[in-house]
Every structure is written in C-alpha cells, then in structure tokens.
C-alpha cells in the first residue's frame, strides 16, 4: 500500500489576486508562498491548498485538456475543511461573501451512521424538540472508542460493533435552551438517571420496562462494551 506522508491541493482559478484574498479571509491566515503563478496555504502538519491561475496551468496543459477558463463559474471541485469551531468559521465565510448555497442540514454522504451529528438531528432537531437555528451547528469533543466482541447478531451471523463517544459541547446561547427543556414534561422525551440507564429502563420497584432504553445508551454512559 502507498505510504501518503503528505497531502496537496491545487485549485485552478481565474483571478489568483481576487482567490488569494478570499482565502487568507477564509483561512485567517497568510500563504506560505505568494508569487506569480502560485499561491500556497498551509492547512495541517500534512496538507496544502495551492492556488494556480487558469493561465499559467493552461501552459502545462497546452492542448491535451480544455481550458479551465471554459469551466469558470462552474462547480469543479469540492473542498472540506473539518474544525473544531464550526459555528464560528461558517459565520466567517459569510461575513468574506461565501456563497450559501443550501439550507444548514444533515447531509447523507453515506457516512450517516458514524455521524456524531446524526443522532442530536433526528432525535432533537426533526422532531422539534429543539429549535434548529440555534443548533443549527453543534461542537463536540471525542471521548473514548469502545469495542464488543464478536457476537451473534440479531439478523443472524455473528459480528462486532464498534462505539465512539463524544461529549456535546455546549455554547453560551444553547445552554438556557436546554436547562429550559429540562424544566418541561413532554410525551416525546424524558430525563432519566443513571440507574434507570444502567437497567435500560427499569425503575426501581417497577416490573415493567417502561422506557425502552436501548443498549447502546447504556455502552456510552459506561464507555465499554457489556452485556
């Protein structure tokens, strides 16, 4: 397998000056490298976002491809940037003129399930328990991964799973929004202890299982795999 110790991104554009600004905006930072024919942004310790106008890559690409000036204005590429300060870099983007292009959702690229995102927006934000805008980003910091043995599913065969939690972090403005919420009784929702969480949903007393909590709650109060 190749071994990657480093990672480059090249994007062709029309006006490396106009680009250039853009970016030292975006990124809140100043290019490493900023000649004539090239603009270079240190990301990470192993990725660079270089800047390269139509004009002079069109000189290495001489006939054997268009050139990119016949694609300008057009989506050729996609860029994604993961930070730990999501809220505050999207509302950037759009103070520098970054086009909003859809509304703020949950995408499925087909990673869904490993989302940290996914659970808070199906369970809180679809179903208006809280109200999207102010959490409309969330932080979140990784906390531990955990592993089951191999076992016999459900569907049949055996398998593992595999549990990563993290911590929700909370701001300043979805904090009164959420000890309100801890404040009302609803049917769609409930706060549980410990306790009930450790029994999935037996209450102490109870013969029945009135919550229907599932294991995998149970996993990430613990941090480990258990019966």
């Given amino acids: 397998m190749m071994q990657i110790v480093g990672i480059k991104i090249i994007l062709y554009v029309h006006d490396q000056k106009?680009?250039?600004?853009?970016?030292?905006?975006?990124?809140?930072?100043?290019?490493?490298?900023?000649v004539p024919g090239m603009t270079e942004f240190i990301l990470s310790d192993h990725c660079k976002l270089g800047l390269m106008p139509n004009d002079g890559i069109v000189?290495?690409?001489?006939?054997?491809?268009?050139?990119?000036?016949?694609?300008n204005g057009i989506p050729r590429c996609e860029l994604y940037?993961?930070?730990?300060?999501?809220?505050?870099?999207?509302?950037?983007?759009?103070?520098?003129?970054?086009?909003?292009?859809?509304?703020v959702k949950s995408q499925n690229w087909g990673d869904d399930v490993c989302s940290p995102w996914r659970e808070f927006c199906e369970e809180l934000i679809a179903t208006e328990i809280l109200n999207w805008r102010p959490f409309r980003y969330i932080d979140?910091?990784?906390k531990k991964k955990s592993q089951s043995p191999i076992i016999d599913l459900d569907m049949g065969g055996k398998g593992l799973f595999i549990y990563e939690v993290f911590d929700l972090v909370i701001n300043d403005d979805q904090m009164p929004l959420l000890k309100d919420l801890k404040n009302k009784t609803s049917e769609n929702y409930i706060w549980v202890t410990d306790e009930v969480i450790?029994?999935?949903g037996d209450?102490?007393?109870?013969?029945?299982?009135?919550?229907?909590?599932g294991p995998?709650?149970?996993?990430?109060?613990?941090?480990?795999?258990?019966?």
């Avoid at 000189?59 to 694609?71: N, T, V, Y």
């Avoid at 103070?95 to 509304?103: D, F, H, M, R, T």
């Fill in 81 to 103: 940037l993961r930070t730990n300060g999501v809220t505050a870099e999207y509302d950037n983007a759009l103070q520098i003129e970054a086009k909003l292009i859809s509304v």
């Fill in 198 to 200: 450790q029994t999935l």
């Fill in 18 to 34: 106009r680009s250039t600004e853009f970016y030292t905006a975006l990124f809140r930072r100043k290019p490493h490298i900023n």
């Fill in 59 to 71: 000189k290495i690409l001489k006939d054997f491809m268009p050139h990119p000036d016949r694609g």
């Fill in 216 to 227: 995998h709650t149970k996993y990430a109060q613990n941090l480990k795999w258990s019966k």
């Fill in 203 to 213: 209450e102490r007393g109870s013969k029945s299982f009135p919550h229907e909590i």
């Fill in 140 to 142: 979140y910091r990784f």
